[in-house]
């Protein structure tokens, strides 16, 4: 069985602050993993993706994760916070086993303080 | 925008009533999942279809609930005799089969309250 678990369900930053949401990930085989954003009251995003091409992934809106095997880990980070950044963030995983449905997080919900 | 849109977007209905939801993918994704997000949790894998067929279901998905997939084009989602429980957001992805890197594309979401 595969999981995620996203370290602090809220995390508030200040606008131009690093931002750093945690995601550890329990898998039996080499994972497929995801970040996904939701904005109140609408579906979610695709931010970025691991499919082991590279350790280090960049996605959209200036966000990257990089997988770290030896830690089980895929934390998504942004060098500058902006106010449209305030929403949730779903870590997920799946594997190449056929089914690919993915597995989320809880969720980490991001503030941006002016 | 993905491209993969939902109908409706919000739905009240009374308990013991009966709800469906539809699914419009984009043409060319023959994968088409459903997903069930209740208040401050992550979504939770209900159903997916290839094609036409439903290829599996998770245990969430009790005997009430009932998805099709005719022609492999649009899915419904149907919830019989409603719970409180029954409660969510229910979101529909879809993707289109590219080995290892299948990426899934999320509709808006249908917001279910039952009263």
């Known amino acids: 069985a595969q999981s995620v678990t996203q370290l602090g369900s809220h995390v508030s930053v200040s606008e131009g602050a690093l931002v750093l949401l945690r995601c550890n990930y329990s898998?039996?085989?080499?994972?497929?993993l995801f970040w996904y954003v939701q904005y109140p009251n609408q579906g979610l995003q695709l931010l970025l993706k691991?499919?082991?091409?590279?350790?280090l992934v960049k996605g959209i809106n200036g966000f990257e994760a990089e997988f770290k095997k030896s830690e089980t880990s895929f934390h998504l980070t942004k060098p500058s916070a902006h106010m449209s950044d305030a929403a949730e963030y779903f870590c997920?995983?799946?594997?190449?086993?056929?089914?690919?449905?993915?597995?989320f997080g809880s969720g980490t919900r991001l503030q941006v303080q002016p | 925008d993905t491209g993969v849109s939902q109908d409706p977007r919000h739905k009240i209905t009374k308990r013991g009533q009966n709800v469906t939801f539809r699914c419009d993918p984009i043409s060319e994704h023959n994968r088409l999942y459903w997903y069930r997000q209740t208040l401050g949790q992550g979504p939770e894998f209900l159903t997916y279809f290839q094609n036409e067929a439903q290829l599996e279901k998770s245990r969430l998905l009790s005997d009430r609930f009932s998805a099709e997939r005719p022609k492999g084009s649009f899915s419904t989602l149907e919830i019989q005799r409603t719970e409180q429980g029954d409660s969510a957001m229910y979101l529909c992805?879809?993707?289109?089969?590219?080995?290892?890197?299948?990426?899934?594309?999320f509709g808006p979401g249908t917001r279910l309250l039952v009263l």
């Open positions: 992805a879809n993707s289109a089969l590219q080995g290892p890197q299948e990426t899934q594309y």
């Open positions: 997920a995983v799946s594997d190449d086993t056929g089914r690919r449905a993915l597995t």
């Open positions: 691991y499919t082991s091409a590279a350790t």
């Open positions: 898998s039996s085989v080499p994972p497929y």
